[in-house]
């Protein structure tokens, strides 16, 4: 209640975000596996919002807790990597494809 208070657009988005079922936006988590095209090169070089209309929110390392939020563009992608995206529903599949081709 207070958060809605201090920041009602926050809430709003997140909540749009979470609950409508046709629209909006979704987080997606997508692992970056051996022989994808992504395997060292930077987040510049990798273009993903460009190339897939998506937000990189976060980078987390293979066999780390930690998150990289926002990570630096110039952040190399590395095998087993998990990059969390924000997306539309429709873009989900397409991102997924087009992330692990070669």
Known sequence: MISEMIRPAVVTFLDMMLRDREEV?????FHVKKGSRLVGCTIQEANIDKETGSLL????????????????????IQEGDTLVLIATPDLISQIGKELEEN
Request: avoid cysteine; charge should be positive; aromatic fraction near 12%.
């Open 25 to 29: 936006l979704r987080f997606e988590e």
């Open 57 to 76: 929110v976060a980078l987390k390392r293979a066999g780390k807790a930690k998150y990289d939020f926002n990570p630096s563009k110039e952040t190399k």
